[in-house]
């Protein structure tokens, strides 16, 4: 039988299709300022540094699981940050990083040929992981469209929009799941960064009545705690979900590294360092706010997270990517997140305060 490549089966990988944009951005006199991809600037705390380093001695095999130490650490920080009560040590699972997780979501979970929904205005890792384990993918926001779905995807604050999930809109998920028997897995990796709107997390009591089944939830530290580079998430919520996640797992060698475990905990009970970041992004956000603005953008939604997503009249995504790029400004086209993102575009707050103050003064030219 003749093989058909994975990579076959795939979309293009959306950086590569703005390569060009990118160098015309870069010619620009002043430098390219890049504001597309949602990675930190910002160095990781010290403790954080010290942790992984007193640890990095270690030569045995680390717990899939993740230690001890480090699932109570997950559990005591999703409670006092996010109000998420009732779980145990044995409902909080370490990954390696958080789009890893959710890649091989579908795959670990064995619904090859069943079908995942995703928002309409997506991550593309949602759709490609469903992708690769062989699942069919439909698009929508409301339960009413998402009949058949065996997994459900949602994102809350939205990567791309910003969108914040009210807690009415997620009982509605909970309500599916209880009817049809969907996981829903809830990406929450920005749940911190509230601006506009108050996110909440899809393991509320208040929102799941108490019972987490068929609820997942994904978190991670790369943003607020700039950890991008340590790979470095969790998955929480249904017990026995975990559990079955937590087998596949060790089967496969899907273990965050001993070093890094350490320095999640360190992470994990620090809650300086996330304030202090989630203030340096309010004000890069205000900041690209005024330029945007003053340049004739119209930013819709964007009330939590790292992202603005914006429009400009009379111009599409890839075409208002261009007119960013004629100042030396790089962003994403909001056709990357689907069809219906096609006349929007996503500004990252990610880069130096030095570089935004910089971007919004060519924005104001």
Not at 131 to 146: H, I, K, T, Y
Not at 202 to 222: I, Q, W
Not at 273 to 299: N, V
Request: glycine share 10%.
């Amino acid at each position: 039988m003749e093989r058909t490549p994975l990579g076959a089966t795939l979309p293009d990988f959306p950086w590569d299709t703005i390569a060009d944009v990118k160098a015309k951005a870069a010619a620009h006199p002043g430098g390219l300022i890049d504001l597309s991809v949602g990675g930190p600037v910002d160095p990781v705390a010290p403790a954080i540094q010290l942790a992984l380093t007193e640890h990095a001695a270690v030569p045995g095999y680390p717990q899939t699981a993740g230690t001890p130490e480090l699932r109570e650490a997950i559990v005591s920080a999703l409670s006092r940050r996010f109000g998420i009560d009732g779980l145990d040590t044995d409902s909080v699972l370490p990954v390696i990083g958080l789009k890893e997780a959710i890649a091989w979501l579908p795959t670990l979970l064995g619904l090859r040929g069943h079908t995942v929904a995703i928002p309409e205005v997506a991550y593309p890792t949602y759709e490609v992981g469903a992708l690769m384990a062989g699942c069919e993918v439909v698009r929508c926001d409301d339960p009413s469209a998402a009949d058949g779905a065996s997994l459900v995807f949602l994102n809350s604050p939205s990567n791309p929009t910003g969108r914040v999930m009210s807690a009415d809109e997620l009982r509605a998920w909970v309500e599916f799941s209880r009817d049809t028997g969907a996981i829903i897995a809830s990406d929450e990796c920005y749940l911190y960064l509230g601006w506009s709107a108050e996110p909440v997390s899809l393991l509320r009591p208040e929102v799941t009545g108490g019972d987490n089944t068929g609820l997942l939830a994904l978190h991670s530290l790369s943003k607020t705690s700039n950890m991008a580079s340590y790979r470095a998430g969790t998955i929480s919520g249904d017990r026995e979900l975990v559990q079955e996640l937590l087998l596949v797992r060790k089967h496969a060698g899907l273990i965050v590294p001993g070093p890094v475990q350490h320095a999640m905990v360190a992470a994990l009970a620090d809650d300086t360092h996330e304030q202090m970041q989630r203030s340096e992004y309010a004000m890069r956000r205000l900041a690209l706010m005024k330029g945007l603005a003053a340049a004739g953008f119209t930013i819709d939604e964007s009330d939590a997270g790292l992202y603005l997503w914006c429009r400009k009249d009379g111009l599409n995504s890839r075409e208002a990517l261009d007119w960013l790029a004629e100042r030396g400004i790089l962003a994403a086209p909001g056709d990357f997140y689907g069809p219906a993102g096609a006349n929007h575009v996503r500004v990252a707050l990610t880069a130096t305060a030095e570089r935004v103050a910089e971007a919004a003064e060519r924005l104001a030219e």
